[in-house]
């Protein structure tokens, strides 16, 4: 089982504060780090991925993988309301020649004007 | 951009009834998936295709099944709908060989009564 494990929270924070966002996994078959934002009633939006270990930037948003950690983290700086939802990581794996998606289950952000 | 339309927000079932639920990519992607959100669960993989005609179960096919006659089109069906399979439904869809990025719709709210 390749399974990834992620704090559900809530996560309650400031306008203006900086998120940070964790996964950690077990196998060390995942090779694509993803992150997706979804916010309420809606379906989840591909935010970042990345393959290798260290940091991608991407605006207010960095993504950080520490692959010999098994570790992944998303950080939001100077966090605005905007920024309330849910955050799924996601990795993928090779299985029988095909790529397959595995998803921790989401922690909710909320941000405080 | 990819869009991923499901054909309905919410709905309404009685026990015992028979469900469609239909989900259309316009970016003629190979790979489309079913999947159910529920609180606390996170997204799990009901059933995906690869192609057309062709269909794989996912984690918890039970009660489920699928239809995928034209590439851009892929069907939930729930032959009997029970009150345990009142949930969020999310459709989505990925290019082969693209880190199996996924494109998610917004979702069906299913509520069997």
């Known amino acids: 089982q390749k399974e990834v494990e992620q704090d559900p929270g809530p996560l309650s924070v400031p306008e203006g504060a900086i998120v940070s966002l964790n996964c950690t996994y077990s196998n060390s078959a995942f090779q694509y780090f993803m992150w997706y934002r979804q916010y309420s009633r809606k379906g989840p939006e591909l935010l970042m991925y990345t393959y290798s270990s260290g940091n991608k930037e991407d605006g207010r948003f960095t993504a950080q993988v520490d692959k010999s950690s098994k570790y992944i983290s998303l950080f939001i700086r100077d966090s605005q309301p905007s920024d309330s939802a849910t955050y799924l990581c996601?990795?993928?794996?090779?299985?029988?020649?095909?790529?397959?998606?595995?998803f921790g289950k989401g922690t909710k952000l909320t941000v405080n004007p | 951009d990819v869009k991923v339309t499901q054909s309905s927000r919410y709905l309404v079932k009685r026990t015992g009834e028979k469900v469609f639920l239909e989900c259309v990519q316009d970016m003629d992607h190979e790979n489309m998936f079913w999947y159910r959100q529920d609180p606390g669960l996170g997204l799990r993989l009901i059933y995906f295709?690869?192609?057309?005609?062709?269909?794989e179960k996912g984690d918890i096919p039970e009660g489920y099944s699928v239809s995928r006659e034209k590439k851009e089109r892929f069907s939930l069906i729930l032959e009997s709908a029970s009150t345990n399979q009142t949930s969020m439904y999310l459709c989505?869809?990925?290019?082969?060989?693209?880190?199996?990025?996924?494109?998610f719709g917004a979702g069906t709210r299913l509520s069997v009564l």
């Open positions: 989505a869809s990925s290019v082969t060989g693209a880190k199996n990025i996924q494109y």
């Open positions: 295709s690869y192609d057309v005609k062709m269909k």
């Open positions: 996601a990795m993928t794996y090779l299985q029988g020649g095909s790529e397959k998606l595995v």
